[in-house]
């Protein structure tokens, strides 16, 4: 019963993935989401067999019934990693308000991170929609504290928001722009909402150090990296290139949300292994 359950929730959230790939190709463009999906090339409408998630991309082999024009790899990618993500949130086990606002937070960060990686920015639109999601995340918990202790919850998030996000402020300000944008800071605004303080800034690190590994494993890998997915808008790095920051942010943030990664318990963990 587990695994048909398990089956549905990860086809809804290859269905909202399929949306996601239209909202990332038309934000900022001016044109409406609510459009019948076309080929990008020819301009033909596709029809429903053309647009099942990930299994259109597969049977087609990646390329247009109508033109034979290649798909992105972004399509097959962003439906597939929305219907892990939707599992993930489901097996949080949390009530189900809950799991609508983290459904809502996952779709919105992959909106940000594949459109931070074509575009190098971190759209306004969807990350102040992920602060608004990270802040109404926290409304279950209300009910769980007396009035006296309900503007100390409040303050506490708040200034959790403001914590976490504070390190990469001062890294945009001292750098002027330079080392870190400022919709990177924003978005650790949501960090810290959704997820407290001190979880929040481990998000920030694990996201460092992830982006660290991908960034090195990039410059020294560059005939590899160009045979893959969406390598086209990341290769050919140096040193002062710049790297779309948010998807290692935000696979930090996946990875203490989901799997309550932390940096000081593994350190810990592997002294006393030793």
């Not at 494993?217 to 040193?239: D, E, G, N, W």
Request: hydrophobic content about 55%.
């Amino acid at each position: 019963m587990i695994y048909a359950e398990l089956v549905v929730i990860a086809t809804l959230g290859a269905i909202v993935g399929s949306f996601l790939n239209v909202c990332i190709l038309r934000l900022h463009t001016g044109r409406s989401t609510s459009g019948r999906s076309g080929c990008m090339c020819c301009g033909t409408q596709l029809t429903w067999k053309e647009l099942i998630p990930v299994f259109s991309f597969l049977k087609q082999r990646g390329r247009c019934v109508s033109c034979g024009s290649r798909i992105s790899n972004q399509y097959w990618i962003v439906e597939l990693l929305t219907a892990i993500l939707f599992v993930l949130v489901w097996l949080q086990y949390i009530p189900l308000l809950a799991t609508l606002v983290g459904w809502a937070m996952v779709g919105t960060l992959v909106v940000i991170a594949i459109y931070d990686i074509k575009h190098t920015i971190v759209p306004n639109s969807a990350v102040y929609t992920f602060i608004g999601l990270a802040a109404l995340a926290n409304i279950p918990l209300l009910g769980t504290f007396m009035p006296a202790e309900l503007s100390m919850h409040v303050l506490f998030v708040l200034i959790s928001g403001i914590l976490v996000a504070l390190p990469l402020f001062l890294l945009w300000l001292v750098s002027s722009g330079r080392w870190m944008g400022f919709g990177d800071v924003k978005l650790a605004v949501g960090f810290g909402l959704a997820l407290g303080a001190y979880d929040g800034l481990m998000a920030l690190i694990f996201g460092f150090i992830v982006g660290a590994i991908v960034g090195v494993a990039l410059m020294y890998a560059q005939k590899v990296i160009k045979r893959l997915p969406l390598s086209t808008h990341i290769t050919r790095l140096t040193m002062s290139s710049e790297i779309p920051f948010a998807p290692f942010l935000i696979t930090g943030f996946f990875l203490v949300w989901f799997f309550d990664a932390d940096l000081i318990a593994l350190i810990q963990l592997f002294y006393d292994s030793i």
